[in-house]
């Protein structure tokens, strides 16, 4: 396996939310703080923002190729080729807030997860094809990384001041889940799990938030490998390229490299010699004529 080493070096104050564009063969991240949200050609070896605005804390890809953009207020807009279209303008319970991490299920739903504010923890929504939104949990300390076991018949779960990754029991005709239980629990002297993905193999990869490394775990949540990376703060990772073994991993505070690594903010990518899978693609409803 390579040494990561930095694809782009954005100095991002938060980078997050990684996502491979199989049908552009192009990737796709948020600096969260700053409103902007940048693509990566390959091809080209070239990156670009592409927007700027609300904050961006996730970002999914519809089926026709557009992106899913989950901000702030609970507000969540279609981008395609720099169009915004919004399809919830706001939450009203979530104003103070933003979104987090999201994913796509493999119905085209997304599982969205919410800040906390001030006054109350954050939570779990689920939005479905038709736009309906659904509240699935609260009291989340910061609602984050998700993946869903190779069957489809789970999901794993991220709630970062916990430092617990939980697996609920998943119903892909429904979207419910249910029977929370602790699958991983991390160390508190080795930062707070963050952003996560599944690769062909079941394993799971979770970034490490002021933890310094990306680590795998087995499918019973026995760690088998961690990689160090020049910055502290790991905030998610995800699998590409055209055969899916090429790992990119986002990190966070690049406004103070001093303290937080001489790659922090930067966005980083690796051969894995291990395979990834597709993400899904969300397929919410737009507005006619969007």
Known sequence: MKTPSILVDCQCENAEGPLWHPLEQCLYWTDIPAGHLYR????????????????????????????????????IARWHNGKITTIIEQLEEERETRFNDVIADPAGRVFCGTMPTP?????????????????LLE??????GMGFTLDRKQLYYTDSPTRKIYLFDYDQATGAISNQRVHIETP?????????????????????????????YAPDGTEVLRIPFPAKKITSVTFGGTDYTTIYVTTAGGDNRA?????????FHFNSGIQGVPEFFSNIAVPAGA
């Open 259 to 267: 303290e937080e690594g001489s790659g922090a903010g930067a966005v």
């Open 139 to 144: 009291g989340i300390g910061v609602s984050n």
């Open 188 to 216: 508190e002297s080795e930062g707070v799990p963050d952003g996560m993905t599944i690769d062909a193999a079941g394993y799971l990869w979770s970034a490490r938030w002021d933890g310094g490394h990306l680590f795998r």
């Open 40 to 75: 990566y050609d390959p091809i080209t070896n070239t990156s670009e923002q592409i927007y700027e605005g609300e904050p961006v804390g996730g970002l999914t890809i519809q089926v026709d190729g557009s992106l899913l953009l989950f901000k702030a207020r609970g507000a």
């Open 119 to 135: 006054d109350r923890l954050g939570r779990l929504y689920r939005l479905d094809p038709d736009g309906s939104l659904t509240k």
